[in-house]
């Protein structure tokens, strides 16, 4: 870190014990390593701050550290070479690479492919980015975040759902329902093609925090949803959100209306490779709020957090 304010929000290790960290700093003299690709602080005018990127070896020692500047990194990934993947949000101005797709959408989020050694990006794009990141073993890209209406995810033909649903968050005097709408996307190992983008999404309210893709290509995620119509499947062991209904009063002082908010529920879904089917989905949780805020799969199951 520097002198003023750094997170660090997420970290990925290889096979050989480095340690790959994004975030945030508001710290003109973040430490950065002098081959790196940005050096050069230059934050986002609306908050002031700037992503980084850094590597550091089994013990410690910092290897590369990177500035990504007018962005901010919230998922990390790396692959069997040693290259990093980081999405998160940018203010529109991030330094993207020649030749890279215009997704005409989502120009507030990024995926960025830095090199081995931190000093270049493979690629750097605005568009399908979003809050989780991961490879496959051909170096494929996923990504899966939340977006907030319908022109905000670059949705494919074929995908398993264009379009979201309904109309019924938001809220006034009485209601109060979250809007975001969770979607998956997949993009080719050079960020130049993207192989599908479609939502997974009720009417309200879908938080993505976990994705994992298993040796065939099947996609799996978990997260949260205020949604009472988030798609399940007919083997799903639990197809109803029994939070919801009735949503529980909250009566801030300030606010002479009843105020009412609907608590969250866990679900898990995993998706076709190819972005068209529901393989499976289902919620998982109980009466009040539950959170799933990850997912790992072994030879043996899926472990969800």
Known sequence: ?????????????DSSGNAY???QTASADFPTTANAWQTAFAPTPDNSIAGFVVKLGPSGAVIYSTLVNHAYGLAIAVNASGEALVTGYTDGTLATTPGVPDFGTAKSRFVLRLSAAGDRPIFSLMGPGGT??????????YTAGSGFDQGDVPTTAGAYQQHVTGSGCGGGAQLQVPCAHQFVCKMDAAGSKLAFCTYVSGTSGDAVAGLAVDPNGDIYLAGSTSSTDYPTTADAAQPKNVS??????????????LYQFFPSTSYFSKLSGDGSRLLH??????????????????????YIR
């Open 1 to 13: 870190g520097g002198s003023l304010f750094d997170a660090a929000n997420a970290i990925a290790v």
């Open 132 to 141: 989780v990141i991961v490879f496959d073993a051909q170096n494929n890209v």
């Open 244 to 257: 919801t209904s009735p949503p529980y009063p909250v009566n801030p002082a300030s606010y002479p209306g």
């Open 281 to 302: 989905s289902s919620y998982l949780g109980g009466s009040q709020h539950d959170y799933a805020t990850g997912i790992a799969l072994d030879s043996t199951g899926i």
């Open 21 to 23: 960290v994004t975030g």
